[in-house]
């Protein structure tokens, strides 16, 4: 099992910044992948950015040039800094993780990002 916990969200104004963190615990392999997906009201969830243990990104077109992932690998940590926020980016914010060569997803409990015009 993975346990991951994530903090950071909030409200923030149009053009703002905020910055998700999430620690990951448990049987943390070192072959891994983490990210985030968030989940609009009304719409599916949809995956913003991912970054492997590799150091591979992944980004959402709709986020790139905008919002940056990265990791700490001693702490078991995935970062989302979040720039020039619209409100198009409103949403329930997920971390993800999953180890190398297992079928299981892990998700975090969700943090509310909201974005004010």
């Known amino acids: 099992q993975v346990r991951l916990v994530e903090s950071g969200g909030g409200l923030v104004q149009a053009g703002g910044s905020l910055r998700l963190s999430c620690a990951a615990s448990?049987?943390?392999?070192?072959?891994?992948?983490m990210g985030w997906y968030r989940q609009a009201p009304g719409k599916q969830r949809e995956l913003v950015a991912t970054r492997n243990s590799g150091g591979q990104t992944n980004y959402a077109d709709s986020v790139k040039g905008r919002f940056t992932i990265s990791r700490d690998s001693a702490k078991n940590t995935v970062y989302l800094q979040m720039n020039s926020l619209i409100p198009e980016d409103t949403a329930v914010y997920y971390c993800y993780y999953r180890n190398w060569g297992d079928t299981r997803d892990y998700w975090g409990q969700g943090t509310q990002v909201t974005v004010s015009s």
């Open positions: 448990g049987s943390i392999f070192g072959i891994n992948i």
